[in-house]
């Protein structure tokens, strides 16, 4: 069975940094990509990012420059370094293994999805 399993995420002022990581077990990001994203809090499930087989990264604008992915091969890990974040950035992140969903959990239970991670941003 494929299991996402995430850690990092918290509470952070206004232009800090956090690491989101991302753990597969039956699931090879190498080969078949992942996905980062934020559910806000009026329930809109934004694309962060994307990890594709090759690879290549793809970021929404508004945090492209300030967030970074990364991937141990070994650990079957993604990372996202998040620099500078703002408030427009809070939210629960969750990594899947599709980029192609318009509705993160709990408004879905279609592919692959890690249990989510919360990231607070305040002044």
């Known amino acids: 069975a494929v299991q996402l399993v995430q850690s990092g995420g918290g509470s952070v002022q206004i232009g800090g940094s956090l690491k989101l990581s991302c753990t597969a077990s039956?699931?090879?990001?190498?080969?078949?990509?992942m996905a980062w994203y934020r559910r806000t809090a009026g329930n809109q499930c934004d694309l962060v990012s994307v990890?594709?087989?090759?690879?290549?990264?793809w970021y929404d604008p508004s945090v492209e420059g300030r967030f970074t992915v990364s991937h141990d091969g070994a650990k079957n890990t993604i990372y996202m370094q998040m620099n500078n974040l703002k408030p427009e950035d809070a939210g629960v992140y969750f990594c899947?293994?599709?980029?192609?969903?318009?509705?993160?959990?709990?408004?879905?239970?279609?592919?692959?999805w890690g249990q989510g991670t919360q990231v607070i941003v305040s002044a």
């Open positions: 899947s293994g599709e980029s192609y969903h318009i509705r993160c959990p709990p408004e879905t239970t279609s592919g692959y």
């Open positions: 039956g699931y090879n990001f190498d080969a078949s990509g």
């Open positions: 990890f594709s087989r090759g690879p290549t990264l």
